[in-house]
């Protein structure tokens, strides 16, 4: 399981990450799918190879809101696509069985979707290619 879901699902049961401040480099959601996760008083930063750990600390990341920064977030973009989402929401799936009714994907029941910032080497509406810059 990615380490950002087993933030949100460790939070589910009352266990936050430390509020430290701090922030942790986590892998990639999935190729060319970039973000940062921020929780009371952590931040978890999913980027590339190329973004340097003292590049992030340099745009002012960390885990008290300079992670979730605008200016930090349109930095690691660059010319990239970029998306913002302002909220997580999660609850534990019932476990019974889906309804006859129900023609959608199968789910894992825990998924954690969420992004407060991401830059794709594609566009995930157009699937044009985008640019992004190390800046």
Do not use: K, N
Not at 9 to 36: I, N, S
Not at 76 to 93: I, K, N, P, W
Request: aromatic share 8%.
């Amino acid at each position: 399981m990615h380490p950002i879901a087993q933030a949100v699902v460790a939070a589910l049961d009352d266990a936050f990450p430390p509020v430290d401040g701090r922030w942790t480099r986590v892998p990639l959601w999935r190729p060319g799918l970039e973000g940062v996760v921020a929780m009371t008083g952590h931040a978890f930063v999913a980027v590339g190879d190329d973004v340097t750990d003292t590049r992030l600390d340099e745009l002012g990341a960390d885990g008290f809101g300079g992670a979730a920064d605008a200016r930090f977030t349109v930095a690691l973009a660059g010319t990239g696509y970029l998306e913002v989402h302002d909220l997580l929401l999660a609850r534990r799936a019932e476990r019974t069985p889906a309804p006859q009714r129900c023609r959608g994907p199968t789910w894992p029941t825990t998924r954690a979707y969420v992004w407060l910032a991401c830059s794709a080497t594609t566009s995930p509406s157009t699937g044009r290619p985008t640019r992004r810059s190390a800046t």
